[in-house]
Antibody, heavy 114, light 108 residues
Framework: QVQLQESGPGLVKPSETLSLTCTVSGGSIRNYYWIWVRQPPGEGLEWIGY???????NYNPSFKSRVTISLDTSKNQFSLKLTSVTAADTAVYYCAREGAMDVWGQGTTVTVSS | EIVLTQSPGTLSLSPGERATLSCRAS???????LAWYQQKPGQAPRLLVY???SRATGIPDRFSGSGSGTDFTLTIGRLEPEDFAVYYC?????????FGGGTKVEIK
């Protein structure tokens, strides 16, 4: 069955760029939407954005122009970049599949601190 | 943006009891594109219900979703020990996708 795995630095300095990758295994990245969601410590879930396998993207306006999601079909991966991070971006970051998110990665904790 | 309000915030019940969780949307959810998730500490959310009332693969039939428009309900028929967790509703019919604040189902 399809599995997702997030990877990337667990610690990012304020004002720098958070970069994460989600690797899709056990299935193709084609024909689906791929999503990033985050969860600050002790809080609820927040949708960051999605990318369709065709490359079309849609982002949560609350992130304004800080977020970019991209796709590498040759590697079966999609990625998240979030610029100008602050402590408020400290969270567990999840990748998931589709609008009703039927497959999730285990999540990766990112801490923003100097 | 569609705001989802879940109630109650916490539900204290005993195993074997029935749980009824509510999710109210600030505007109509397009094509009933409403999902429910279960999350346990330290774990990713798990999809329980999509399309307001369709159970996801492998989800026991004690979980059922209902509702349309702006009012949705997740019912857990008889609580098992493993059902005590936090439950979130989420709409995926319009952008931005949004989640409710969650309902914690705790052991009484």
């Amino acid at each position: 069955q399809v599995q997702l795995q997030e990877s990337g630095p667990g610690l990012v300095k304020p004002s720098e760029t958070l970069s994460l990758t989600c690797t899709v295994s056990g299935g193709s990245i084609r024909n689906y939407y791929w999503i990033w969601v985050r969860q600050p410590p002790g809080e609820g879930l927040e949708w960051i954005g999605y990318i369709h396998y065709t490359g079309r993207t849609n982002y949560n306006p609350s992130f304004k122009s800080r977020v970019t999601i991209s796709l590498d079909t040759s590697k079966n991966q999609f990625s998240l970049k979030l610029t100008s991070v602050t402590a408020a971006d400290t969270a567990v970051y999840y990748c998931a599949r589709e609008g009703a998110m039927d497959v999730w990665g285990q999540g990766t904790t990112v801490t923003v601190s100097s | 943006e569609i705001v989802l309000t879940q109630s109650p915030g916490t539900l204290s019940l005993s195993p074997g009891e029935r749980a009824t969780l509510s999710c109210r949307a600030s505007q109509s959810v397009s094509t009933n594109s409403l999902a429910w998730y279960q999350q346990k500490p330290g774990q990713a959310p798990r999809l329980l219900v999509y399309g307001a009332s369709s159970r996801a693969t492998g989800i026991p039939d004690r979980f059922s979703g209902s509702g349309s428009g702006t009012d949705f309900t997740l019912t857990i028929g008889r609580l098992e020990p493993e059902d005590f967790a936090v439950y979130y509703c989420q709409q995926y019919g319009s952008s931005p996708l949004t989640f409710g604040g969650g309902t914690k189902v705790e052991i009484k």
